[in-house]
């Protein structure tokens, strides 16, 4: 779903994100966020994940607020834990049905805002195709209300990122001294980003970005990593290996991107290919996944996967997230 209106590309001020103490208002991108912050966060969601495989620690911390999922674009993931992550922090969630939304009646997404946020919701978590949205949204919101990106575009999506670092930190204890490598469509992979982002910030031994020529990431797009188009280099030594999917939905032209079978051949992340990465390698994928396109079916379902384990922390971290933002709401 695209949206019909546009938006400024508003900079991402770390003063949009924190409040004049430094405390996170609204959580838009991992850019610019301290590593201090980083880790309490990290800390946070931790404290949520009771034992592995078992449902999140409840607790009531949002009762009294309401939280608001405004998804724009299709999700399976992030909009079911951030349901789950508010409910079981005792929070009243409206899930709005944007396609039964008066946004189809030409309201324009401003008009929107301004409706739930005089309806008294506090927490917005705002999904939508176009970039810049969650700015230009939190540019305009009162002071009550916080906003959370739940995925913009091609450029952020922060809580993934933090799911993701919150995963590798179990698995390896640490960021310093591993590599990891992000295999697929980079140019169009806003999970990609946020997670080279903290990754980076986070003191990572070595990031590698691993894509087709035509579906790599431009030059000056996360200068700190270093961008290969042959699999096999990528994956060599590699401590953690994330496959991701070809966007589609983001290419206006598909002349010039492999085909499946083609794909498959030439950076599926398969066991066998796999023997050149750290014998104690983990692998990663944001969902949805496309099996035996970028990722074997059998290694998905491997000990070596550990994307069931990322959906699991996904709530934890939504938790730990909308838990920070009330606090900071509180101390207003
Ligand atoms: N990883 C992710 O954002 O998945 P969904 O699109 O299902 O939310």
């Given at each position: 779903?695209?949206?019909?209106?546009?938006?400024?590309?508003?900079?991402?001020?770390?003063?949009?994100q924190?409040?004049?103490d430094?405390?996170?208002r609204?959580?838009?991108?991992?850019?610019?966020?301290?590593?201090?912050?980083?880790t309490?966060?990290l800390?946070?969601?931790?404290?949520?994940?009771?034992?592995?495989?078992?449902?999140?620690?409840?607790?009531?911390?949002?009762?009294?607020r309401?939280?608001?999922?405004?998804?724009?674009?299709?999700?399976?993931?992030?909009?079911?834990?951030?349901?789950?992550?508010?409910?079981?922090?005792?929070?009243?969630?409206?899930?709005?049905?944007?396609?039964?939304?008066?946004r189809?009646?030409?309201?324009?997404?401003?008009d929107?805002?301004?409706?739930?946020?005089?309806?008294?919701?506090?927490?917005?978590?705002?999904?939508?195709?176009?970039?810049?949205?969650?700015?230009?949204?939190?540019?305009?919101?009162?002071?009550?209300?916080?906003?959370?990106?739940?995925?913009?575009?091609?450029?952020?999506?922060?809580?993934?990122?933090?799911?993701?670092?919150?995963?590798?930190?179990?698995?390896?204890?640490k960021?310093?001294?591993?590599?990891?490598?992000?295999?697929g469509?980079?140019?169009?992979?806003?999970?990609a980003?946020?997670?080279?982002?903290?990754?980076?910030?986070?003191?990572?031994?070595?990031?590698?970005?691993?894509?087709?020529?035509?579906?790599a990431?431009a030059?000056?797009?996360?200068?700190?990593?270093?961008?290969?188009?042959?699999?096999?280099d990528?994956?060599?030594?590699?401590?953690?290996?994330?496959?991701?999917?070809?966007?589609?939905?983001r290419?206006?032209?598909?002349?010039?991107?492999p085909?499946?079978?083609q794909y498959?051949?030439?950076?599926?992340?398969?066991?066998?290919r796999?023997?050149?990465?750290a014998?104690?390698?983990?692998?990663m994928?944001?969902?949805?996944?496309?099996?035996?396109?970028?990722?074997?079916?059998?290694?998905a379902?491997?000990?070596?996967?550990?994307?069931?384990?990322?959906?699991?922390?996904?709530?934890?971290?939504?938790?730990?997230?909308?838990?920070?933002?009330?606090r900071?709401?509180?101390s207003?």
């Amino acid at each position: 779903m695209q949206s019909p209106e546009t938006f400024p590309a508003l900079a991402y001020e770390t003063s949009l994100q924190l409040n004049a103490d430094g405390e996170l208002r609204h959580l838009l991108t991992l850019k610019g966020l301290s590593r201090d912050l980083l880790t309490a966060l990290l800390d946070e969601a931790q404290h949520f994940v009771s034992q592995p495989g078992s449902a999140t620690i409840r607790s009531r911390s949002l009762a009294g607020r309401t939280v608001a999922n405004l998804f724009f674009e299709p999700s399976t993931r992030t909009r079911a834990s951030f349901d789950l992550a508010g409910k079981r922090l005792g929070a009243d969630v409206l899930n709005l049905d944007v396609n039964t939304s008066s946004r189809k009646k030409g309201e324009s997404i401003l008009d929107m805002i301004y409706t739930l946020q005089a309806m008294h919701v506090d927490i917005m978590v705002i999904r939508d195709a176009s970039a810049g949205v969650p700015a230009y949204i939190a540019h305009h919101v009162e002071d009550h209300v916080s906003i959370l990106n739940a995925g913009e575009s091609d450029v952020s999506h922060p809580t993934q990122g933090l799911l993701d670092l919150l995963t590798i930190r179990q698995r390896l204890g640490k960021f310093e001294n591993l590599i990891v490598t992000i295999v697929g469509d980079i140019a169009h992979s806003r999970v990609a980003r946020s997670a080279a982002e903290g990754l980076h910030t986070l003191g990572v031994g070595e990031l590698r970005l691993v894509s087709p020529p035509s579906l790599a990431a431009a030059p000056d797009d996360m200068p700190y990593a270093r961008s290969l188009d042959n699999l096999d280099d990528g994956l060599r030594d590699a401590n953690v290996v994330m496959a991701l999917r070809i966007q589609r939905e983001r290419i206006a032209d598909l002349d010039g991107i492999p085909d499946s079978d083609q794909y498959f051949e030439q950076y599926g992340v398969s066991k066998k290919r796999l023997q050149v990465a750290a014998p104690d390698v983990i692998v990663m994928h944001p969902g949805p996944m496309n099996r035996g396109i970028e990722i074997e079916s059998t290694l998905a379902d491997s000990p070596a996967s550990v994307i069931t384990q990322q959906v699991s922390n996904g709530v934890a971290v939504r938790m730990a997230v909308l838990e920070w933002v009330s606090r900071t709401m509180a101390s207003r």
